[in-house]
């Protein structure tokens, strides 16, 4: 099911679209988005509400990378909502932008993870002021307290735009647009299917990220 509201012929009927869509070798399309995101460090993560089926999204620290850097990890304390909605849905996005207006998104399926051995080793101090010490000797806010846990996203497919000059350049090529009305080109607009991150999971993609 698609939707359309005209016919534009053989013009493009989303000239940005065309004229930023960049075709990059699948090395470069990785190695960049994992730059970017690195960058970035925070992201939102999108969950589906199983009592309501709304969506939410939550701001999120990356934590760490996996897969050469494509699938990815945050924490999380157990108790919270977005880990009662990935036990109903574990489908989720995760949303990246800058203030150059950079963006990525990543869609994937989460995991809840609570072995300690993956928690000790991501473990940040700075948790203990977000999780809390409950003054038990339990739950306070180290890496063996069972609240802290970690999210790990298996990405499936993924959709971002880094630009392509400096900004005199873009301001030239909006400038040029909103002359004539032509789509400037300002971005790499580029997508990695589930097909591409399986074949970069097991082959040259994930040699040189890090």
């Given amino acids: 099911m698609s ?7 053989d013009k493009a009927a989303d000239p940005y679209t065309a004229t930023n869509k960049d075709h990059a070798e699948l090395k470069e399309k990785v190695q960049d988005l994992v730059t970017f995101m690195e960058k970035c460090k925070f992201a939102m993560m999108t969950t589906r509400i199983g009592s309501s089926g709304l969506l939410v999204s939550r701001c999120m620290a990356l934590a760490a990378k996996e897969g050469g850097g494509i699938d990815l990890l945050f924490h999380t304390n157990t108790e919270s909502g ?6 109903s849905d574990p489908k989720t996005n ?14 994937g399926e989460a995991n809840v993870s609570t072995d300690r051995e993956l928690v000790r080793k991501h473990y940040s101090p700075a948790l203990k002021a977000w999780i809390g010490d409950l003054g038990d000797g339990k739950h306070d806010g180290g890496p063996e307290d069972p609240r802290i846990a970690v999210i790990e996203v298996k990405a499936k497919t993924a959709t971002y735009a880094i ?5 005199i350049g873009r301001g030239i090529e909006f400038a040029k647009g909103v002359a004539t009305g032509s789509a400037p080109n300002v971005n790499k607009l580029r997508e990695i299917s589930e097909e591409e991150l399986e074949q970069c999971e097991f082959s040259f993609c994930t040699a040189d990220v890090f």
Avoid: H, P, R, Y
């Avoid at 977005?82 to 036990?87: A, E, F, H, V």
């Avoid at 995760?94 to 869609?107: D, K, R, Y």
């Avoid at 630009?163 to 900004?167: A, K, L, S």
């Fill in 163 to 167: 630009v392509n000059q400096g900004i």
């Fill in 94 to 107: 995760i949303a990246f932008l800058n203030s150059s207006g950079e963006w990525a998104s990543i869609s």
């Fill in 3 to 9: 939707f359309s509201n005209t016919d534009t012929g």
């Fill in 82 to 87: 977005k880990t009662d909605d990935l036990q």
